[in-house]
């Protein structure tokens, strides 16, 4: 193999094969795979990839479950020099054929009982549960012996949540990944003594990048599951296997509601981390007075940057309960107004980057790439503020600030009030279409028990100004989210306007 720099995304596995070959690195369902046998795999399966006539640069999409096969196809392609598009697994139809067609994938790796989704022009491969797998290939398959991929090529397409509009294509290369789990290591304390569970899907950024890719730099041992089931989560806190674990506040309200909560022997879990969403600041203090020996990890940021950008740390948390803290070791970040001016801390505006973790821009997009990319930096689309010590705060999206009236409302600082009604099981607030207001501020909540509009809406005036509440509240079963869990409240708006307008 032809020698290259080392700063490569299939390059963090290589060298933790070498210092570590015997120690166990990735445990899924059955298999366990040391890190100089997972590191063998990931050579093979580069072999098999190519052997489809791929070549390098080409697109290879990844629409499947979480599993090794999913992890050892990511490094795979890293190796052989591929770019990887992870495609999340509920997509199906349109959605499904945008993301694979405007990435122009050859070939899409896909769990058998993914596969039936995909239009019959797309060549695919199973990834696993099949005889011609990627996975069965290995035994047969030779290791790849090739050029390794410099440090400017591409290794992913990270597509955006799409939550406020079409999902673009955040182009990533080796060097800004390997960046990103520096980062990730130094501000989030990972070892490899830690004994973290990977529950969220890998085809997410966060879960994949923050924190299983890091882990493997340290050597850790990493158990995959499926999903984030509480059950089994708990079973192996209690028994001593897991005690890491990362989850957006919707999978961390979900267990803090389970009636075993207050039960279950959970002492031996000793770093929690949460993010891809705002955290509910009542959810928050409910968890830490439940596990007062627990360190919380607020993890902040978005796909364009890797996705980490800031960490507040759990001896930061006293008196800032809502911040996001502090930008990671390669992120620099400030606050502008809509001219990109600096405004003074304590002032709200949108908080932007510079990072050798960003993207090159948008695959195939090059408006969104310039209106992205503004005088050096990156305008993130979050609206913040920063105060003296260097914490930042983060109010909003800019695109879900609510106009009432001519005055902005920012619907977190809604949310928050209305999470601490025992009525509220989860909330989403947002800005509906109004003759009189503009918009007017609305709460989609999922009860808990038996609650009223009225009784919610008056709840709120006690807590913020009166034109800050909600004008109305609509009582759903469940919140619409995507797969890592962030709530789409673009479907909410879309929803629920027309039964506004009326």
């Not at 503004?374 to 705060?393: C, E, I, Q």
Request: glycine share 10%; hydrophobic share 40%.
């Amino acid at each position: 193999m032809t020698q290259g720099q080392g700063s490569t995304v299939d390059g963090v596995l290589r060298r933790s094969a070498r210092r570590t070959p015997a120690r166990t690195a990735v445990e899924y369902g059955g298999r366990s795979w040391t890190y100089e046998e997972l590191d063998e795999a990931v050579s093979r399966a580069a072999s098999v990839l190519l052997d489809q006539g791929l070549t390098r640069g080409d697109r290879v999409g990844a629409y499947g479950h979480n599993s090794d096969a999913y992890l050892i196809a990511f490094l795979a392609c890293a190796r052989a020099g591929l770019v990887h598009v992870p495609v999340n697994q509920n997509l199906t139809g349109d959605d499904l054929a945008y993301i694979v067609g405007q990435s122009g994938s050859s070939l899409v790796l896909a769990d058998p009982g993914l596969a039936g989704r995909l239009s019959e022009d797309v060549r695919t491969l199973p990834l696993r549960d099949a005889d011609d797998s990627l996975l069965a290939r290995l035994a047969t398959a030779t290791a790849y012996d090739g050029p390794e991929p410099r440090a400017e090529d591409l290794v992913q397409l990270l597509y955006t949540s799409g939550t406020t509009a079409l999902p673009k294509g955040a182009m990533m290369t080796h060097r800004a990944l390997v960046h990103e789990y520096l980062s990730a290591i130094t501000a989030l304390d990972l070892s490899a003594g830690d004994r973290p569970a990977h529950s969220l899907p890998l085809y997410h950024s966060a879960q994949m990048h923050v924190f299983l890719l890091p882990y493997l730099a340290v050597g850790a041992t990493n158990i995959v599951l499926d999903a984030p089931d509480g059950d089994r989560l708990f079973d192996l806190i209690e028994a001593g296997r897991v005690d890491s674990l990362f989850a957006p506040p919707t999978v961390w309200i979900g267990l803090a509601n389970r009636p075993d909560f207050a039960e279950r022997d959970l002492g031996g879990l000793r770093k929690a981390y949460y993010g891809a969403s705002i955290m509910p600041v009542p959810v928050l203090e409910r968890l830490r007075e439940r596990l007062p020996e627990l360190g919380f990890y607020n993890c902040f940021g978005q796909s364009e940057i890797g996705p980490l950008a800031t960490v507040l740390a759990p001896d930061e948390h006293k008196g800032r309960m809502d911040s996001c803290g502090r930008p990671v070791l390669f992120v620099d970040a400030r606050v502008v107004d809509e001219d990109g001016e600096g405004v003074p801390d304590g002032t709200p505006g949108e908080i932007v980057y510079r990072s050798p973790q960003l993207c090159e821009g948008y695959w195939d997009k090059p408006e969104e790439t310039a209106e992205a990319f503004r005088d050096g930096w990156f305008r993130s689309g979050d609206l913040a503020v920063r105060d003296a010590h260097g914490y930042f705060t983060i109010v909003d999206r800019v695109k879900d600030v609510i106009n009432s009236g001519g005055v902005l409302v920012a619907s977190r600082q809604v949310e928050d009030a209305l999470y601490t009604h025992e009525g509220v099981a989860e909330v989403a607030v947002i800005g509906l279409p109004d003759e009189r207001w503009i918009e007017a501020v609305t709460a989609v909540v999922v009860s808990r028990g038996e609650v009223s509009e009225a009784e919610l809406i008056d709840h709120a005036r006690d807590k913020l100004a009166h034109f800050k509440a909600p004008k109305r509240v609509v009582f759903v079963d469940e919140l619409p989210r995507n797969a890592s869990g962030k709530i789409l409240k673009r479907e909410l708006r879309d929803r629920f306007a027309g039964d506004a307008a009326r």
